[in-house]
């Protein structure tokens, strides 16, 4: 029994809401909490996101602070580290997506070529394991093997090298950075693949067979076609994300002489507004990431729907 | 039986092989660990390269972690955190996603556009961080829950399997003269189980991992979550807060603190396993 349709006749809008809100009465109440949380915890900020464009002080209230344009945006444009910050995240990003997206596809399509369904299972089970271990701790282990008497260490000691403090050197961060994810994330990420190549049709790799086909010429032509619109749309959210990385890892792992190839955007927002108080500036380069965040997802999602006929929304 | 050419074959070898090789990678940084925790300083401090046994076998880097100010607390704090969180949010998301999934409410369109817009763009970090403070939610535990009650993408999963329930089960219990609660409680809810099962694995993994909203918003120790507590034990590099003690700290007594802390998870994690995978697939089917 469907909700019956508002009717035709012409009321007010005050009439038709009044009337919708008794009708549905149930469905506002069991929706409440969640209009609640979305108003105040996203909602709200947004409002309150143009004291980037104000001099805020908590004591005058955002309306009470007094309104300077963009001022702020141009202090951060103009400023030494704007091009630092938006080349770190491009390219943190940029080399996350280049190494960290086909590790998963590969893995799937070498697990499989595996016949033994035993083994099979087990390097599933252990290579999913690191994605459970929360970030604080891996990134723990990250550090712990970085020292100088460290596993990392001892493994570049034992080749003749000299022991080096990964996490002191600028031009480590990025491989640490990425060479963790995939560890920790190359396993779990492999199952959306896994499912993807387990719903190709089995007739298809038979026709090959009976053509002739040998294994390769089968991940070539079947597997690899197979799975290609899931690897299209979820690369597609990558680059979609690509400005909005994870800041969290870089706060646990970055430090003094690290920070002129691992600060980000995020991470700067961060420190300059949480840690040293500065709101409006703060707010100003968080608006800036995000607004070419949506730009950058909108597009992609454009282009998604040119591609492949649908998009994420 | 199909034959194998010699180039098959080779490639068998190397992708076992190849494969043996990363599962080791994977497994053996926490194999390190659990053996490095087990040692005894000395040794383990002289020790070099690979450590298949304890160096010098020794429970005290236990003894002092047990000990370590804050981590029973912590636990305590996690404890609640997850249990609570994932219960209430679990709540909160199902009771949202019900009516949106609902064909016969006429607003549901709009409200789904404004939770979507929330997924496109966001306030950003410092007026989200005014807002909590604004609430009254600073330096309280449940700055870390009430903010992230609802995780869009679990919503729309929710929803998601709502919407895939037959109408007719709804009607039937309308003639007999159920109202929308009792049928969003009776009906819904029990049928959507296995994936209400797999989500709150996602809530609850979301509210163990998290220390960064913790790392703002809470300033008395004894509110600390686990997360924080390791934070201060393993990551001694903090430019801003860098405790005076941690600096002493063995490399054993910080291997000890990550099993401690990693136990519970390593435990449930084989019997969890096949709900996240479940997990992984309910969000491709979204996407």
Redesign the interface.
Known sequence: ???P??TVRKKSLGKRILK?LAT?K??????L???L??V??????????Q?AFRDFY?TKGILGSKWVGWKHFQTFFNSFYFGRLVRNTVLLSGYNIIFGFPAPII?AL??N???NQA?KR??Q??????H??????S???V???C?L?G?FN??V??FGKERILF?EKKEYFRTIYIASGI?QE???GS??YL??ISAIDMQLYEAA?IDGA???QEAFHITIPGILP?IV??LI?RVGRLMSLGY?KV??LY??STRETADII?TY??TR???KGE?SF??AV??F??VI??VL??SVNWISKKVQGSG?? | MIKRSKGEIAFNIFNILFLTFLSIICLYPIYHVLMASLSESGPLLAHQGLLLWPAGFSWSSYRVIMNYPGIWTGYGNTLFIVLFGTCFSLLITTMAAYPLSRQGFPARNFFMLAITFTMIFNGGLIPRFLVIRDVGLYDSIFSLIIPVTINTTNLIIVRTAFAAIPPSLEESAKIDGANDLIIYARIIVPLAKATLAVIALYYGVAYWNSWFTASIYLRTRTKFPLQLILREILIANDNNQAGTDTELMSEGIKYAAIIVSTIPILCVYPFLQKYFVKGVMIGAVKE
């Open positions: 029994m469907a909700t349709k508002p919708d549905n149930y469905n506002y109440l069991l929706l909490p969640a209009i949380y979305y105040v915890f996203h909602y709200f900020p947004m409002y309150g996101a004291i908590i893995l070498l697990l070529e595996v016949r083994f087990t390097v089970t252990v290579t999913y394991l690191p459970f271990i929360s970030l604080v701790v990134c723990g282990i550090i712990s093997f020292r008497n596993l001892d493994i000691a034992f996490l560890w190359v396993g779990w199952i959306i499912s993807a067979r040998n294994r390769f899931t749309i979820l959210l969290e706060l646990l430090n003094d995020s927002v961060y507004g949480i840690q709101y703060a707010a968080d608006l990431n995000s965040n949506m997802l909108l994420l929304f």
